[in-house]
């Protein structure tokens, strides 16, 4: 099984929109089965839903998703995942601090030949270019660990 879980700051907005783009990308190849696919946040700030726009970016792209609680990142976490997926440097810093080692740390648009940070809608308010980035990345990052490329 390959385990993963999408990292932002607040697990309402990236994480969650790479969670659900990445289990409908699984769901569409019939590999449910052969993958755990979460999403965490590295602030405190936990129990919020999945924020609008991000329902409204899924909703547009018919991608389905569930109910949501944010749930901040834990030291604990470390086990059960295979690969973190953070969405901008911040996040990779946090979580490198958390863990103490940067093994199974990734930026998500690290996977595709544009190597950058997804800026945060919450402050950008554009979640269309969110969407975009993150649906490249979620394609990208499939491909790698099933195929070792993009």
């Known amino acids: 099984m390959i385990r993963i879980c999408f990292v932002c700051l607040g697990n309402i907005c990236r994480s969650t929109m790479a ?8 769901k569409k ?5 052969e993958f755990l696919i979460e999403s965490r946040g590295t602030s405190a700030d936990v129990g919020s839903d999945i924020h609008p726009g991000t329902k409204r970016m899924l909703d547009k792209y018919n991608i389905p998703y569930s109910k949501h609680i944010a749930t901040q990142l834990e030291k604990r976490d470390y086990e059960k995942y295979d690969y973190f997926i953070g969405m901008d440097d911040y996040n990779i810093k946090s979580m490198k601090m ?9 930026k998500l648009l690290d ?7 997804i800026d945060d809608p919450w402050y950008t308010h554009n979640f269309t270019i969110t969407y975009d980035e993150i649906s490249k990345g979620c394609k ?4 790698f660990v099933k195929n070792n490329k993009c």
């Open 29 to 33: 190849q019939g590999l449910e089965k």
């Open 140 to 143: 990208c990052l499939f491909n």
């Open 111 to 117: 996977f595709t030949n544009d190597s950058k940070e």
């Open 98 to 106: 958390l863990f103490g080692t940067d093994k199974k740390i990734y």
């Open 19 to 26: 969670e659900f783009i990445f289990k409908d990308l699984v």
